[in-house]
T-cell receptor, first 114, second 109 residues
Framework: EADIYQTPRYLVIGTGKKITLECSQT?????MYWYQQDPGMELHLIHY???????EKGDLSSESTVSRIRTEHFPLTLESARPSHTSQYLC?????????????FGSGTQLSVL | KNEVEQSPQNLTAQEGEFITINCSYS?????LHWLQQHPGGGIVSLFM?????KKHGRLIATINIQEKHSSLHITASHPRDSAVYIC???????????WGAGTKLIIKP
């Protein structure tokens, strides 16, 4: 049902490498989000965007960057991957108002940094 | 103390049982989400509500704004309902989402 796509689905990479996690949605949503989730834990907001050329930092943003050049595309970049970045990364988009909003999630990228 | 607390953390029940998962929050909100996460990570939005009650199939969500509490009920539970159920609130001060840690539900046949 959801038209939000994340690639890659799985990624194993060495320490120090630069990586970009891709997220695209075809629903025309203005709001997009990146979350990090460790097993059995809650989601933590990394970055979010409320539209083209608008990006904001969340709680865990210090070691990553995002861009929003097009409505449909919201890539997340880790400049220098570390083992502590090993986690699941979830991209989401939403549409609607503060009292009537639906969230859509991608399938996630499971990142392992060796 | 987390601003969004879910209980129980884990719940195991037999097929057919009536299930209740609770969510309490301590901030002012404009609305609350219930979501479902299956093994493998995919998250699906179940409900968004700002007052009263919503029903979809065997799922019922209620919210009491005065008591800062919401419940998710599953009637006639089935093994395919096994998943993590997550509560998230939209803070009315900045419209940011605050996430609960989730309730892991296992329904045994």
């Amino acid at each position: 049902e959801a038209d939000i796509y994340q690639t890659p689905r799985y990624l194993v990479i060495g320490t120090g490498k630069k990586i970009t996690l891709e997220c695209s949605q075809t629903m025309g949503h203005d709001k997009m989000y990146w979350y990090q989730q460790d097993p059995g834990m809650e989601l933590h907001l990394i970055h979010y965007s409320y539209g083209v050329n608008s990006t904001e930092k969340g709680d865990l943003s210090s070691e990553s960057t995002v861009s929003r050049i097009r409505t449909e595309h919201f890539p997340l970049t880790l400049e220098s991957a570390r083992p502590s970045h090993t986690s699941q990364y979830l991209c989401a988009s939403s549409a609607g108002t503060a009292t009537n909003e639906k969230l859509f999630f991608g399938s996630g990228t499971q990142l392992s940094v060796l | 103390k987390n601003e969004v607390e879910q209980s129980p953390q884990n719940l195991t029940a037999q097929e057919g049982e009536f299930i209740t998962i609770n969510c309490s929050y301590s901030v002012g909100i404009s609305a609350l989400h219930w979501l479902q996460q299956h093994p493998g990570g995919g998250i699906v939005s179940l409900f968004m509500l700002s007052s009263g009650k919503k029903k979809h199939g065997r799922l019922i969500a209620t919210i009491n704004i005065q008591e800062k509490h919401s419940s998710l009920h599953i009637t006639a539970s089935h093994p395919r309902d096994s998943a993590v159920y997550i509560c998230a609130v939209i803070q009315d001060s900045n419209y940011q989402l605050i996430w609960g840690a989730g309730t892991k539900l296992i329904i045994k046949p």
